[in-house]
């Protein structure tokens, strides 16, 4: 699979004459002035990912997460994101459900293009849990069951894996995010993070926005980023996520993988701070 796409990440400057400026939320890309139409929604540079607001999250029950997958350029519709998982596991532990994620082309009566399948998991509880002393009797016996255990995605492009997104249980404990992107032999290939969760995005998202670095498997070179704006009072109440992935440096089927790990990163960071 070929991992450096032919569009480097290119931030925002001067002397783009023929270019425009996109505001993705952690700052401007450069994009062609008059992007031309794409038939493959995996060529696109940006792509905003945007959840459906389902009612009965205002009543405190965890709904399936549908996503409208769009050009962050033009606003076209590319493909569409819906979850299948059991609605028992969603109301009483919704982080720990698992799922399948059945992105489909255009709308969700598309052709399929992507399958997702996450497994039930334990996740890590954050350090600040530990100072409390009655909560021993439970994080104990749970992190040394659980140590190991993480949220992954297995992306299957039709019956074939081609990778997995698995994320870092253990930096949980750190209040600190990482995910991995792993391809179809299971060697590394991009690193996602780090990102501290004691920042103003966990605490104010309306005011603040949250940036999150792909790197390339040595974490040496910056390769894409997944951006998540401030959020509006409408998403903010409504319980919803709106982000957008910056495929700028990735090619080939990591740029699926990448889409993946967004997807992901929301379930198990962003769901979690709401």
Known sequence: MELVHASPLVKGGDGHADCNMVDIGGGNVVVDRQPR??????EERLLQVR?????????????RNNYF????????????????????ERIFCRLCRGLTMNITLNDKNGPSR???????????CPWPLWLHPLVWFYVLPRQCLCRDDAAEFSVYDGEKLIGRVRDNAAST??????ATVLDSA????????????????????CVWG????????????????????????????????????DLGGVGGEYRKLLLAAGLLWDLTHWEVQG
């Not at 769009?70 to 028992?88: N, W």
């Not at 404990?173 to 990482?178: A, D, K, L, N, T």
């Not at 299971?186 to 004691?198: N, R, S």
Request: net charge negative; aromatic share 6%; with cysteine.
């Open 186 to 205: 299971g060697a590394y290939a991009l690193q996602l993070g780090p990102v501290e969760h004691c920042s103003g995005a966990v605490c104010c998202p």
């Open 37 to 42: 139409a794409r038939q493959d929604p995996f």
């Open 51 to 63: 959840q459906e607001f389902a009612a009965q999250e205002l009543c405190g029950l965890e709904a």
């Open 114 to 124: 992507l399958k997702l399948v996450k497994h039930w998991h334990w996740p890590q």
């Open 210 to 245: 949250e940036r999150v670095p792909v790197h390339d498997a040595s974490g040496a070179s910056e390769l894409a980023e997944i951006n998540r704006p401030p959020l509006t009072c409408a998403e903010l109440c409504g319980h919803t996520n709106r982000f957008v992935v």
């Open 173 to 178: 404990v750190r209040c600190v995010g990482r």
């Open 69 to 88: 997958i769009t050009s962050a350029i033009d606003g076209r519709q590319m493909l569409h994101a819906a979850e299948e998982s059991d609605c028992l």
